[in-house]
């Protein structure tokens, strides 16, 4: 069975910083390429971040360019989501989703390519 949790939302203030993680579970994690993405009430899921299956390619929305960083732990079957400098536009749910790559060095960054999903965590900024 495959699961992929989430854990590290919550409430900060806006300048602040959270991390979230992403553990997988029954998927052969160092084959798969991740990526975080986000829901704001009313809207759609958009990216915010991908990394490769080995770690050496990112990706990056505009919009978090410069305070997001991703970052993963194969031993641990592990994502994150490094957020600093946090907005109020940044309150969303976020996911963490899983894509299966043949290739080390590739990522997605469109939400049809991946295979699997979270079932999210809330982040909510006060401005």
């Known amino acids: 069975q495959v699961q992929l949790v989430e854990s590290g939302g919550g409430l900060v203030q806006a300048g602040g910083s959270l991390r979230l993680s992403c553990v997988a579970s029954?998927?052969?994690?160092?084959?798969?390429?991740m990526g975080w993405f986000r829901q704001a009430a009313g809207k759609e899921r958009e990216f915010v971040a991908a990394?490769?299956?080995?770690?050496?390619?990112?990706a990056y929305a505009d919009s978090v360019k410069g305070r997001f960083t991703i970052s993963r732990d194969n031993a641990k079957n592990t994502v994150y989501l490094q957020m600093d400098v946090l907005k109020a536009e940044d309150t969303a749910v976020y996911y963490c989703?899983?894509?299966?790559?043949?290739?080390?060095?590739?990522?997605?960054?469109?939400?049809?390519?991946?295979?699997?999903w979270g079932q999210g965590t809330q982040v909510t900024v006060s401005s």
């Open positions: 029954g998927i052969p994690f160092s084959f798969h390429a």
């Open positions: 990394i490769s299956r080995s770690g050496t390619s990112t």
């Open positions: 989703g899983a894509d299966f790559k043949p290739a080390a060095q590739t990522l997605s960054v469109m939400i049809y390519e991946y295979d699997f």
